[in-house]
Protein backbone atom coordinates (compact mmCIF):
# COMPACT_ATOMS: atom_id res chain seq x y z
CA UNK A 1 0.00 0.00 0.00
CA UNK A 2 1.31 3.42 -0.80
CA UNK A 3 1.06 6.47 1.25
CA UNK A 4 1.10 9.74 -0.15
CA UNK A 5 1.40 11.63 2.91
CA UNK A 6 3.82 14.86 3.42
CA UNK A 7 5.79 15.45 6.26
CA UNK A 8 4.44 18.88 5.66
CA UNK A 9 1.57 17.91 7.15
CA UNK A 10 0.98 17.48 11.12
CA UNK A 11 -1.06 18.34 13.97
CA UNK A 12 0.33 20.33 16.62
CA UNK A 13 -1.93 21.04 19.94
CA UNK A 14 -5.45 19.97 17.75
CA UNK A 15 -4.50 22.37 14.93
CA UNK A 16 -4.03 20.77 11.22
CA UNK A 17 -0.54 22.82 9.85
CA UNK A 18 0.54 22.72 6.77
CA UNK A 19 3.73 23.90 5.72
CA UNK A 20 5.38 25.72 2.39
CA UNK A 21 7.52 24.44 -0.05
CA UNK A 22 8.36 25.91 -3.64
CA UNK A 23 5.32 25.61 -5.76
CA UNK A 24 5.61 22.96 -8.52
CA UNK A 25 4.73 23.62 -12.12
CA UNK A 26 2.11 20.91 -13.32
CA UNK A 27 0.51 22.25 -16.16
CA UNK A 28 1.59 22.83 -19.75
CA UNK A 29 3.41 26.20 -20.15
CA UNK A 30 5.30 27.32 -23.49
CA UNK A 31 9.13 26.79 -23.08
CA UNK A 32 12.64 27.09 -24.77
CA UNK A 33 14.57 23.77 -24.72
CA UNK A 34 18.19 24.44 -23.96
CA UNK A 35 21.39 22.34 -23.85
CA UNK A 36 24.89 22.30 -23.15
CA UNK A 37 26.07 23.39 -26.38
CA UNK A 38 24.00 26.14 -27.03
CA UNK A 39 25.47 29.60 -26.30
CA UNK A 40 24.42 30.18 -23.00
CA UNK A 41 23.54 34.33 -23.90
CA UNK A 42 20.62 33.05 -25.86
CA UNK A 43 19.66 31.28 -22.75
CA UNK A 44 19.69 35.04 -20.83
CA UNK A 45 18.32 36.75 -23.93
CA UNK A 46 14.93 34.43 -23.70
CA UNK A 47 14.63 35.12 -20.04
CA UNK A 48 14.97 38.98 -20.32
CA UNK A 49 12.09 38.48 -23.16
CA UNK A 50 10.26 36.92 -20.74
CA UNK A 51 10.24 33.62 -21.87
CA UNK A 52 10.85 30.22 -20.06
CA UNK A 53 14.03 28.29 -20.46
CA UNK A 54 14.16 24.36 -20.25
CA UNK A 55 17.03 23.13 -19.26
CA UNK A 56 17.45 19.54 -21.27
CA UNK A 57 20.59 18.12 -20.26
CA UNK A 58 22.89 18.49 -17.32
CA UNK A 59 22.55 20.02 -14.03
CA UNK A 60 25.48 22.38 -14.99
CA UNK A 61 23.77 23.65 -17.83
CA UNK A 62 21.50 25.56 -15.15
CA UNK A 63 24.42 27.02 -13.59
CA UNK A 64 26.13 27.90 -16.70
CA UNK A 65 22.90 30.22 -17.64
CA UNK A 66 22.91 31.55 -14.15
CA UNK A 67 26.69 32.52 -14.15
CA UNK A 68 25.87 34.63 -17.82
CA UNK A 69 22.84 36.00 -16.15
CA UNK A 70 24.40 37.40 -13.26
CA UNK A 71 27.57 38.90 -15.79
CA UNK A 72 24.66 40.68 -17.11
CA UNK A 73 23.10 42.10 -14.60
CA UNK A 74 26.22 43.17 -12.85
CA UNK A 75 27.38 45.50 -16.41
CA UNK A 76 23.74 47.15 -15.52
CA UNK A 77 23.27 47.27 -11.66
CA UNK A 78 25.37 48.63 -9.25
CA UNK A 79 26.05 46.09 -6.46
CA UNK A 80 28.07 48.04 -3.62
CA UNK A 81 25.93 49.46 -1.32
CA UNK A 82 23.05 47.05 1.04
CA UNK A 83 20.05 48.39 -0.94
CA UNK A 84 21.88 48.13 -4.22
CA UNK A 85 22.08 44.25 -3.48
CA UNK A 86 18.68 43.62 -2.60
CA UNK A 87 17.29 45.36 -5.73
CA UNK A 88 19.84 43.77 -7.58
CA UNK A 89 18.66 40.15 -6.13
CA UNK A 90 15.21 41.35 -6.83
CA UNK A 91 15.95 41.25 -10.61
CA UNK A 92 17.77 38.57 -10.83
CA UNK A 93 15.32 36.20 -9.07
CA UNK A 94 12.85 37.17 -11.38
CA UNK A 95 14.45 36.66 -13.89
CA UNK A 96 16.47 33.59 -13.08
CA UNK A 97 13.01 31.59 -11.84
CA UNK A 98 11.94 31.28 -15.49
CA UNK A 99 14.81 29.11 -16.08
CA UNK A 100 12.97 25.39 -15.00
CA UNK A 101 14.15 21.71 -14.63
CA UNK A 102 12.19 18.77 -14.59
CA UNK A 103 11.68 16.37 -11.81
CA UNK A 104 10.55 13.00 -12.34
CA UNK A 105 10.26 9.93 -9.41
CA UNK A 106 11.34 12.48 -7.24
CA UNK A 107 14.59 13.00 -9.25
CA UNK A 108 16.12 15.64 -11.10
CA UNK A 109 15.75 14.27 -14.56
CA UNK A 110 18.88 15.84 -16.18
CA UNK A 111 22.45 14.25 -15.69
CA UNK A 112 25.18 14.82 -13.11
CA UNK A 113 22.45 16.07 -11.01
CA UNK A 114 22.55 15.65 -6.83
CA UNK A 115 20.42 13.73 -5.10
CA UNK A 116 18.13 16.08 -3.09
CA UNK A 117 16.21 14.29 -0.43
CA UNK A 118 13.40 17.24 -0.25
CA UNK A 119 12.03 15.94 -3.60
CA UNK A 120 9.87 12.93 -1.82
CA UNK A 121 9.83 14.24 1.48
CA UNK A 122 7.96 17.10 0.26
CA UNK A 123 6.20 15.64 -2.57
CA UNK A 124 5.41 12.50 -2.03
CA UNK A 125 2.25 12.69 -4.13
CA UNK A 126 4.08 14.24 -7.64
CA UNK A 127 6.05 12.13 -9.74
CA UNK A 128 6.38 14.47 -12.81
CA UNK A 129 6.46 18.22 -12.37
CA UNK A 130 8.82 21.33 -13.09
CA UNK A 131 10.93 23.75 -10.80
CA UNK A 132 12.44 26.87 -11.23
CA UNK A 133 16.37 26.17 -10.93
CA UNK A 134 17.35 28.22 -8.56
CA UNK A 135 14.83 26.84 -6.06
CA UNK A 136 16.26 23.69 -6.60
CA UNK A 137 19.34 25.16 -5.62
CA UNK A 138 17.95 26.33 -2.37
CA UNK A 139 16.10 22.95 -2.30
CA UNK A 140 19.74 21.23 -2.23
CA UNK A 141 21.99 23.63 -0.13
CA UNK A 142 19.16 23.02 2.56
CA UNK A 143 19.47 19.49 2.15
CA UNK A 144 22.65 19.31 2.69
CA UNK A 145 22.55 21.23 5.97
CA UNK A 146 19.52 19.29 6.79
CA UNK A 147 21.72 16.01 6.55
CA UNK A 148 24.46 17.30 7.90
CA UNK A 149 23.69 19.47 10.33
CA UNK A 150 24.94 22.20 11.38
CA UNK A 151 27.64 22.65 14.61
CA UNK A 152 26.37 25.67 16.63
CA UNK A 153 29.12 26.75 19.58
CA UNK A 154 27.07 27.16 22.49
CA UNK A 155 25.44 24.27 21.99
CA UNK A 156 26.96 19.99 22.09
CA UNK A 157 24.85 18.91 19.21
CA UNK A 158 24.04 19.48 15.69
CA UNK A 159 20.93 21.36 14.70
CA UNK A 160 19.03 20.05 11.65
CA UNK A 161 17.36 23.27 10.13
CA UNK A 162 14.23 21.93 8.13
CA UNK A 163 13.46 23.39 4.25
CA UNK A 164 12.07 26.69 4.75
CA UNK A 165 13.38 27.53 8.43
CA UNK A 166 16.01 30.50 9.14
CA UNK A 167 19.25 29.38 10.37
CA UNK A 168 22.49 32.04 11.79
CA UNK A 169 25.38 31.63 10.23
CA UNK A 170 27.10 34.06 12.68
CA UNK A 171 27.10 33.13 15.99
CA UNK A 172 27.50 36.60 18.29
CA UNK A 173 24.29 37.04 19.26
CA UNK A 174 23.76 33.99 20.65
CA UNK A 175 26.89 33.77 22.75
CA UNK A 176 25.79 36.99 24.43
CA UNK A 177 22.38 35.27 24.81
CA UNK A 178 24.24 32.21 26.26
CA UNK A 179 26.79 33.85 28.68
CA UNK A 180 23.77 36.37 30.25
CA UNK A 181 21.95 32.53 30.71
CA UNK A 182 25.21 31.35 32.60
CA UNK A 183 24.85 34.02 35.03
CA UNK A 184 21.16 33.95 35.18
CA UNK A 185 19.46 34.03 38.52
CA UNK A 186 15.72 33.73 38.04
CA UNK A 187 12.88 31.39 38.49
CA UNK A 188 13.71 28.67 35.98
CA UNK A 189 10.05 27.00 35.71
CA UNK A 190 8.78 27.96 31.95
CA UNK A 191 10.22 30.68 28.99
CA UNK A 192 8.51 31.80 25.93
CA UNK A 193 10.70 31.70 23.05
CA UNK A 194 9.05 34.03 20.22
CA UNK A 195 10.29 33.14 16.85
CA UNK A 196 11.70 29.87 17.78
CA UNK A 197 12.85 29.51 14.35
CA UNK A 198 15.85 26.97 14.11
CA UNK A 199 15.45 25.87 18.17
CA UNK A 200 19.10 27.41 19.35
CA UNK A 201 17.72 29.64 21.86
CA UNK A 202 15.18 27.09 23.19
CA UNK A 203 17.96 24.53 23.28
CA UNK A 204 20.12 27.18 24.99
CA UNK A 205 17.72 27.65 27.80
CA UNK A 206 17.12 24.03 28.09
CA UNK A 207 21.11 23.51 28.41
CA UNK A 208 20.77 26.30 31.38
CA UNK A 209 18.05 24.61 33.23
CA UNK A 210 14.86 25.65 31.90
CA UNK A 211 12.46 23.15 33.24
CA UNK A 212 9.86 23.80 30.03
CA UNK A 213 10.18 26.26 26.87
CA UNK A 214 7.56 27.05 25.00
CA UNK A 215 8.05 28.07 21.58
CA UNK A 216 5.77 30.17 18.86
CA UNK A 217 6.52 30.82 14.96
CA UNK A 218 4.21 32.51 12.10
CA UNK A 219 6.59 29.93 9.77
CA UNK A 220 4.78 26.47 9.55
CA UNK A 221 8.36 24.72 8.83
CA UNK A 222 9.79 25.90 11.60
CA UNK A 223 7.08 24.46 13.81
CA UNK A 224 7.10 21.46 11.44
CA UNK A 225 11.42 21.30 11.29
CA UNK A 226 11.15 21.83 15.64
CA UNK A 227 8.59 19.07 16.05
CA UNK A 228 10.75 16.46 13.79
CA UNK A 229 13.40 17.11 15.66
CA UNK A 230 12.31 16.86 19.17
CA UNK A 231 10.38 13.51 18.22
CA UNK A 232 13.85 12.33 16.52
CA UNK A 233 15.78 13.44 19.99
CA UNK A 234 12.75 12.52 22.35
CA UNK A 235 12.92 15.94 23.76
CA UNK A 236 8.95 16.66 22.90
CA UNK A 237 8.41 17.01 26.49
CA UNK A 238 10.83 19.76 26.96
CA UNK A 239 9.32 22.03 24.33
CA UNK A 240 5.70 22.81 23.60
CA UNK A 241 4.97 23.87 19.85
CA UNK A 242 2.34 27.23 19.10
CA UNK A 243 1.75 28.49 15.37
CA UNK A 244 1.13 31.71 14.65
CA UNK A 245 1.84 35.35 15.04
CA UNK A 246 4.02 36.73 18.13
CA UNK A 247 2.23 34.60 21.29
CA UNK A 248 -0.32 32.56 18.91
CA UNK A 249 -2.40 31.23 21.41
CA UNK A 250 0.28 30.71 24.31
CA UNK A 251 -1.31 31.92 26.75
CA UNK A 252 1.07 31.25 29.74
CA UNK A 253 2.53 33.82 32.17
CA UNK A 254 5.69 33.26 32.07
CA UNK A 255 9.43 34.36 34.31
CA UNK A 256 11.21 35.02 30.87
CA UNK A 257 10.27 35.81 26.97
CA UNK A 258 13.13 35.59 24.68
CA UNK A 259 12.76 37.28 21.54
CA UNK A 260 15.34 37.19 18.81
CA UNK A 261 13.06 39.76 16.06
CA UNK A 262 13.96 40.95 12.48
CA UNK A 263 16.70 43.46 12.44
CA UNK A 264 15.77 45.47 9.78
CA UNK A 265 12.81 47.45 8.97
CA UNK A 266 10.77 46.39 5.83
CA UNK A 267 10.20 48.44 3.28
CA UNK A 268 8.21 46.32 1.25
CA UNK A 269 5.83 43.36 1.64
CA UNK A 270 7.94 40.86 3.18
CA UNK A 271 6.96 37.10 2.64
CA UNK A 272 7.90 33.74 3.17
CA UNK A 273 11.61 33.24 5.21
CA UNK A 274 12.22 37.34 4.62
CA UNK A 275 10.01 37.91 7.55
CA UNK A 276 13.00 36.31 9.67
CA UNK A 277 15.18 39.47 8.46
CA UNK A 278 12.73 42.37 7.95
CA UNK A 279 10.10 43.48 10.38
CA UNK A 280 6.84 45.86 9.57
CA UNK A 281 6.42 48.86 11.20
CA UNK A 282 3.39 47.32 13.85
CA UNK A 283 5.91 44.45 15.01
CA UNK A 284 7.48 46.06 18.07
CA UNK A 285 4.25 48.03 19.40
CA UNK A 286 2.52 44.86 19.30
CA UNK A 287 5.25 42.56 20.87
CA UNK A 288 5.95 44.63 24.03
CA UNK A 289 1.90 45.24 24.27
CA UNK A 290 1.46 41.45 24.18
CA UNK A 291 4.60 40.84 26.04
CA UNK A 292 3.27 42.92 29.45
CA UNK A 293 0.22 40.97 29.42
CA UNK A 294 2.00 37.86 29.41
CA UNK A 295 4.99 38.48 32.05
CA UNK A 296 5.52 37.76 35.80
CA UNK A 297 5.74 40.53 37.45
CA UNK A 298 9.26 39.87 38.73
CA UNK A 299 10.40 38.63 35.09
CA UNK A 300 12.33 39.47 32.54
CA UNK A 301 12.31 40.37 28.42
CA UNK A 302 15.60 39.29 26.59
CA UNK A 303 15.25 40.71 23.33
CA UNK A 304 18.15 40.56 20.45
CA UNK A 305 19.04 43.08 18.04
CA UNK A 306 21.91 45.06 15.99
CA UNK A 307 22.46 48.04 14.99
CA UNK A 308 22.42 47.02 11.26
CA UNK A 309 19.67 49.03 10.51
CA UNK A 310 21.48 52.14 11.02
CA UNK A 311 24.64 51.06 8.85
CA UNK A 312 23.39 50.32 5.85
CA UNK A 313 20.34 52.28 5.65
CA UNK A 314 21.28 55.57 7.84
CA UNK A 315 18.06 54.86 9.92
CA UNK A 316 17.93 56.16 13.74
CA UNK A 317 15.19 54.78 14.36
CA UNK A 318 15.74 51.87 16.89
CA UNK A 319 12.49 50.07 18.21
CA UNK A 320 13.90 49.04 21.30
CA UNK A 321 14.43 52.08 22.69
CA UNK A 322 11.79 53.99 21.19
CA UNK A 323 9.69 51.50 23.82
CA UNK A 324 11.87 52.28 26.71
CA UNK A 325 11.56 56.19 26.05
CA UNK A 326 7.79 56.18 25.31
CA UNK A 327 6.14 53.22 26.01
CA UNK A 328 5.67 53.17 29.84
CA UNK A 329 5.68 49.72 30.32
CA UNK A 330 10.08 48.71 30.13
CA UNK A 331 13.00 49.74 31.87
CA UNK A 332 16.36 48.92 30.84
CA UNK A 333 17.99 46.51 33.50
CA UNK A 334 20.98 45.46 30.99
CA UNK A 335 21.96 45.81 27.73
CA UNK A 336 25.05 43.99 26.27
CA UNK A 337 27.03 44.49 23.14
CA UNK A 338 29.25 42.34 20.98
CA UNK A 339 31.03 43.81 17.55
CA UNK A 340 30.37 40.90 14.70
CA UNK A 341 33.13 39.77 12.89
CA UNK A 342 34.25 40.69 9.77
CA UNK A 343 32.86 38.90 6.27
CA UNK A 344 34.73 35.96 5.22
CA UNK A 345 36.96 36.64 2.74
CA UNK A 346 35.39 34.23 0.34
CA UNK A 347 31.76 36.18 -0.04
CA UNK A 348 31.35 37.66 -3.20
CA UNK A 349 29.28 40.14 -1.40
CA UNK A 350 30.54 43.70 -0.61
CA UNK A 351 30.17 43.69 2.81
CA UNK A 352 32.63 46.34 4.47
CA UNK A 353 29.72 48.11 6.65
CA UNK A 354 30.46 44.71 8.89
CA UNK A 355 33.09 45.99 9.98
CA UNK A 356 30.70 48.32 12.07
CA UNK A 357 28.01 45.98 13.16
CA UNK A 358 27.20 45.18 16.82
CA UNK A 359 25.00 42.81 18.04
CA UNK A 360 23.00 43.36 21.20
CA UNK A 361 21.65 41.54 24.29
CA UNK A 362 18.62 44.24 25.50
CA UNK A 363 17.43 42.56 29.02
CA UNK A 364 14.21 44.37 30.43
CA UNK A 365 11.89 43.99 33.55
CA UNK A 366 8.27 45.68 33.75
CA UNK A 367 7.71 49.21 35.28
CA UNK A 368 5.79 48.80 38.48
Known amino acids: MSTNKSILDIIISGNKIHGNRPEPIVSEIEIIPFNKRMNPQMAVEALLNGDCVFILDFYSTGLSILNEL ?21 VFRELSHKLLIRIYNHKLAVKKAPEIGWLKLLYPELNDFLLPFPQ ?9 WYEKGIKIPVLDFKIHPFY ?16 WLSN ?11 GIGSGIMSFQM ?6 KIYGTDINPNAIIGIHEELKNNNQS ?35 GIDKAI ?16 QLKKDGRLAIIFSNLSQITKGEDNHPIKYELDNGGRFQKELLFQKKVNSASDKTKRNQNWRQNEIVELWILKTID
Open 237 to 271: SNIALFYGDLFANCNLISELIVFNPPWIPASYDSK
Open 184 to 194: YKGDKQSAIDI
Open 278 to 293: YYDNDLFPRFFNEAKK
Open 206 to 211: LKHGFE
Open 70 to 90: KYFLKTRYSNHTFDEQRDYRS
Open 136 to 144: VQGLNSSWQ
Open 164 to 179: GTYFPTRFEHIELFDK
